[in-house]
Nanobody, 124 residues
Framework: QVQLVESGGGLVQAGGSLRLSCAASGRTFSSKAMGWFRQAPGKERGFVAA????????KYADSVKGRFTISRDNAKDMVYLQMNSLKPEDTAVYYC?????????????????WGQGTQVTVSS
């Protein structure tokens, strides 16, 4: 079992930055690929970024590439999402998720564990 708790969301002006954190509990965290997804009002939950168990491989949605950076610290059981140059269209609830294995995925169906989400609001 893996439990995930996100933090770091908030209100920021366009062009600003936020750093989301995801604290994981569970013995097998370091062996799981992790991801961030987001859901805006009236829209489906969509992929944002993912990272392999080792942190060597990452993948990003085209809409955030070059602005967001995913990272992890397996010694601290933490995953991060650094978000720069934020835009109003980045406004959403952001979710941290863990897969059942080591290989990263952009498919939400591959993720077995989810956090409760943290709200990010970007004002224009």
């Amino acid at each position: 079992q893996v439990q995930l708790v996100e933090s770091g969301g908030g209100l920021v002006q366009a062009g600003g930055s936020l750093r989301l954190s995801c604290a994981a509990s569970g013995r097998t965290f370091s062996s799981k690929a992790m991801g961030w997804f987001r859901q805006a009002p009236g829209k489906e939950r969509g992929f944002v970024a993912a990272i392999s168990w080792s942190g060597v491989s990452t993948k990003y949605a085209d809409s955030v590439k070059g602005r967001f950076t995913i990272s992890r610290d397996n010694a601290k059981d933490m995953v991060y999402l650094q978000m720069n140059s934020l835009k109003p269209e980045d406004t959403a609830v952001y979710y941290c998720a863990a897969t059942g294995g080591m290989v990263l995925s952009i498919n939400s169906g591959r993720y077995d564990y989810w956090g409760q989400g943290t709200q990010v609001t970007v004002s224009s």
